[in-house]
């Protein structure tokens, strides 16, 4: 094990398809590496997986939103309804709840649709204006047609030399180091 | 694909277009979808159309201005007819709104592939039929700038607003929709923006899309989280989208005013807002795909698979429209055969017969193939649906309040100079909206292009 570059992020492999992405994760995944990450110009099927992302909190989070805008709606109905702003009509009930229904409904859809979003973002770390991995030039074409295989510095198996050929081997395109310099 | 293969052997089912002309790479259908944003200097008609609705936003603005200094006595409305203009442009245009969240959310939901060409301008136009709708509520209240009361704050009066009124409902559903429909596009929008900043030419660009983007890179984690979300947001879109014309149908079918207090109004005003939305698109798809070349991406079958929807959804109308006939007779409610006679033999009958016109007989052409797939016969077709879709509301809304239950409340209306030009400046704002989204983002969602080009490559490989 080598002493860990405080200059260097990490190595940065290209490659040109999905396929070859998945396959270069999964034996980055199979050669030991824990700090992986990867890019792509759209979502590719399986790749969190292969690098041993298997859940997100995504849904959790939009299910507490949504419950959150479901009570806080309905509450807010019957507290100005029925407690502080009470008006008798003809006797009619101060909790007509199935008049309450549509505004509970939209609020909740709120709740969940605001919380599916912030949360996503949130987690995602998002905005984020600079990352290591900007510093790379040819970086500009994971938006558009190249695939990034990333293995950070950190990782205890983490080599240059090494880590470099390692990616060769998966039949990486190019292979850049990626500096921590901002 | 090259290999020529012997007709006889050719299955029988009939071709259908592709939802993706063949031959495009990742990097192609960005080059193409990001140089109308990045790279195109803006062509004549783009100005010349650009100038025109912007024009008719100052149109709107004067409109707005006069309507401030004087009030709405500058209108058509009167006592009966309270609810004019104004309140047919809402309907008219928050229905026009349905189509965006619609294409995006249930048919992703449904996992129809042609949708993928069309959602991002379809959103965009949502949005913006939206903000046009929610115009005309705001001046109608006669104070616009009170128009917070309707919201629930903590005032020193101590009033809350009136829960059980379905006008409050429709605060609640049309701020949500449009909320939803923000982020909903927003999200769609992160991986389109982060590809825009990557290939900017210059420093503004880079900077602008850098900060929309948020930073976006496409990590494997990000996307994982993302596809997520955009699920969730479309599970919940889909039942928030037939939700809001429910609630805006409920504005009248709670009342009890002949013609509008009917049980049929929910289902058939979502479904003439499908229908009016998709007229929409096609207005929109049929100039965008001539101006930029996007004939390959916005194909005959996109437009051939809108025609169809609207087919369908008409006819979900015209079932609407029968009912109320049927439902006004065998109930035997004399106020509502009254009023059904009204709409054929009342002063407004020519509006009664225009709409049938537009939005029954007309569309039925659809069924035929040549019909749908003549682009030119098909965007006529878009403006005559629309138009029958804005007399359905005015027949709706001005045919009932004039013919109330008491002959001594009977009335009569007609639009004012200022009615209109509210209403054609609304257009304007649409319109010019319009023209600023498709140079200022991507008009046609990029990421979601790639994964047809892999898509498509890869059911090519599985060809013998």
């Given at each position: 094990?080598?002493?860990?570059?405080?200059?260097?992020?990490?190595?940065?492999?290209?490659?040109?398809?999905?396929?070859?992405?998945?396959?270069?994760?999964?034996?980055?995944?199979?050669?030991?590496?824990?700090?992986?990450?990867?890019?792509?110009?759209?979502?590719?099927?399986?790749?969190?997986?292969?690098?041993?992302?298997?859940?997100?909190g995504v849904p959790r989070i939009t299910l507490l939103g949504g419950l959150l805008g479901c009570l806080g709606g309905f509450g807010?109905?019957?507290?100005?309804?029925?407690?502080?702003?009470?008006?008798?009509?003809?006797?009619?009930?101060?909790?007509?709840?199935?008049?309450?229904?549509?505004?509970?409904?939209?609020?909740?859809?709120?709740?969940?649709?605001?919380?599916?979003?912030?949360?996503?973002?949130?987690?995602?770390?998002?905005?984020?204006?600079?990352?290591?991995?900007?510093?790379?030039?040819?970086?500009?074409?994971?938006?558009?047609?190249?695939?990034?295989?990333?293995?950070?510095?950190?990782?205890?198996?983490?080599?240059?030399?090494?880590?470099?050929?390692?990616?060769?081997?998966?039949?990486?395109?190019?292979?850049?180091?990626?500096?921590?310099?901002? | 694909?090259?290999?020529?293969?012997?007709?006889?052997?050719?299955?029988?089912?009939?071709?259908?277009?592709?939802?993706?002309?063949?031959?495009?790479?990742?990097?192609?259908?960005?080059?193409?979808?990001?140089?109308?944003?990045?790279?195109?200097?803006?062509?004549?008609?783009?100005?010349?159309?650009?100038?025109?609705?912007?024009?008719?936003?100052?149109?709107?603005?004067?409109?707005?201005?006069?309507?401030?200094?004087?009030?709405?006595?500058?209108?058509?409305?009167?006592?009966?007819?309270?609810?004019?203009?104004?309140?047919?442009?809402?309907?008219?245009?928050?229905?026009?709104?349905?189509?965006?969240?619609?294409?995006?959310?249930?048919?992703?939901?449904?996992?129809?592939k042609w949708r993928t060409s069309i959602n991002r301008f379809a959103e965009a136009m949502t949005l913006f039929a939206v903000a046009?709708?929610?115009?005309?509520?705001?001046?109608?209240?006669?104070?616009?700038?009170?128009?917070?009361?309707?919201?629930?704050?903590?005032?020193?009066?101590?009033?809350?607003?009136?829960?059980?009124?379905?006008?409050?409902?429709?605060?609640?559903?049309?701020?949500?929709?449009?909320?939803?429909?923000?982020?909903?596009?927003?999200?769609?929008?992160?991986?389109?923006?982060?590809?825009?900043?990557?290939?900017?030419?210059?420093?503004?660009?880079?900077?602008?899309?850098?900060?929309?983007?948020?930073?976006?890179?496409?990590?494997?984690?990000?996307?994982?989280?993302?596809?997520?979300?955009?699920?969730?947001?479309?599970?919940?879109?889909?039942?928030?989208?037939?939700?809001?014309?429910?609630?805006?149908?409920?504005?009248?079918?709670?009342?009890?005013?002949?013609?509008?207090?009917?049980?049929?109004?929910?289902?058939?005003?979502?479904?003439?807002?499908?229908?009016?939305?998709?007229?929409?698109?096609?207005?929109?798809?049929?100039?965008?795909?001539?101006?930029?070349?996007?004939?390959?991406?916005?194909?005959?079958?996109?437009?051939?698979?809108?025609?169809?929807?609207?087919?369908?959804?008409?006819?979900?109308?015209?079932?609407?429209?029968?009912?109320?006939?049927?439902?006004?007779?065998?109930?035997?409610?004399?106020?509502?055969?009254?009023?059904?006679?009204?709409?054929?033999?009342?002063?407004?009958?020519?509006?009664?017969?225009?709409?049938?016109?537009?939005?029954?007989?007309?569309?039925?052409?659809?069924?035929?193939?040549?019909?749908?797939?003549?682009?030119?016969?098909?965007f006529v077709m878009s403006l005559v649906v629309n138009t029958g879709m804005w007399l359905e509301r005015f027949v709706i809304v001005?045919?009932?309040?004039?013919?109330?239950?008491?002959?001594?409340?009977?009335?009569?209306?007609?639009?004012?100079?200022?009615?209109?030009?509210?209403?054609?400046?609304?257009?304007?704002?649409?319109?010019?909206?319009?023209?600023?989204?498709?140079?200022?983002?991507?008009?046609?969602?990029?990421?979601?292009?790639?994964?047809?080009?892999?898509?498509?490559?890869?059911?090519?490989?599985?060809?013998?």
């Open positions: 094990m080598t002493e860990p570059r405080q200059d260097i992020y990490g190595l940065m492999g290209e490659f040109v398809s999905p396929e070859e992405i998945l396959h270069a994760a999964s034996e980055a995944r199979k050669a030991g590496f824990k700090y992986i990450s990867a890019y792509s110009p759209f979502p590719v099927e399986g790749l969190a997986h292969a690098i041993g992302f298997p859940k997100t807010l109905q019957y507290w100005c309804s029925a407690i502080t702003y009470p008006i008798n009509v003809a006797g009619r009930p101060l909790n007509s709840w199935p008049a309450f229904i549509p505004v509970t409904f939209e609020m909740t859809i709120l709740g969940a649709a605001t919380s599916a979003v912030i949360g996503m973002l949130a987690l995602n770390l998002l905005p984020q204006p600079y990352h290591p991995v900007f510093n790379v030039e040819r970086f500009a074409r994971a938006t558009t047609d190249r695939f990034f295989l990333v293995i950070e510095s950190r990782d205890p198996k983490f080599h240059l030399a090494e880590t470099a050929r390692f990616l060769q081997s998966v039949h990486a395109h190019h292979v850049h180091e990626v500096s921590n310099a901002e | 694909m090259s290999d020529i293969e012997p007709v006889e052997h050719q299955p029988e089912i009939r071709r259908l277009d592709p939802v993706l002309e063949p031959g495009y790479t990742y990097a192609s259908v960005t080059d193409k979808i990001a140089a109308v944003v990045l790279t195109r200097p803006p062509s004549m008609g783009w100005i010349a159309g650009f100038s025109v609705s912007f024009c008719l936003v100052m149109v709107l603005f004067v409109s707005l201005a006069w309507l401030i200094t004087k009030g709405v006595g500058i209108w058509g409305i009167n006592i009966p007819i309270g609810w004019g203009f104004a309140i047919v442009n809402f309907v008219w245009w928050i229905g026009i709104g349905h189509a965006g969240t619609l294409i995006s959310a249930i048919l992703f939901l449904l996992n129809q046009c709708a929610g115009i005309f509520p705001l001046i109608h209240t006669g104070r616009p700038w009170m128009a917070y009361y309707m919201m629930p704050y903590p005032s020193t009066m101590g009033i809350w607003p009136q829960f059980r009124s379905p006008l409050i409902w429709d605060v609640f559903a049309v701020s949500t929709y449009a909320t939803v429909s923000l982020m909903f596009w927003f999200v769609g929008l992160l991986p389109d923006l982060a590809t825009l900043r990557d290939r900017a030419k210059n420093r503004t660009q880079q900077v602008i899309y850098g900060i929309f983007s948020m930073g976006w890179r496409g990590s494997a984690h990000h996307w994982h989280r993302y596809q997520s979300a955009y699920l969730l947001l479309a599970g919940l879109a889909t039942p928030l989208v037939l939700s809001v014309h429910t609630v805006v149908s409920f504005d009248f079918a709670v009342a009890i005013v002949p013609g509008w207090h009917t049980t049929i109004f929910p289902p058939y005003f979502v479904a003439g807002a499908i229908y009016s939305g998709f007229a929409m698109v096609l207005t929109l798809a049929i100039p965008l795909r001539k101006a930029y070349g996007l004939e390959d991406f916005i194909t005959m079958r996109h437009l051939d698979n809108m025609a169809k929807v609207m087919l369908a959804t008409g006819m979900i109308v015209a079932y609407g429209y029968a009912i109320e006939f049927f439902m006004a007779f065998y109930s035997g409610n004399k106020f509502d055969v009254f009023l059904a006679e009204q709409r054929l033999h009342g002063p407004y009958s020519h509006f009664y017969f225009a709409l049938i016109l537009c939005n029954i007989l007309t569309p039925q052409l659809l069924w035929i193939e040549k019909v749908r797939r003549n682009v030119a016969a098909l001005v045919i009932s309040l004039t013919r109330d239950y008491m002959p001594s409340a009977w009335g009569r209306y007609s639009a004012t100079f200022w009615d209109y030009s509210t209403f054609a400046g609304t257009i304007g704002l649409f319109v010019m909206l319009i023209f600023l989204f498709v140079r200022a983002l991507p008009a046609i969602a990029i990421a979601e292009m790639r994964e047809l080009v892999l898509e498509q490559s890869e059911s090519r490989e599985e060809k013998p």
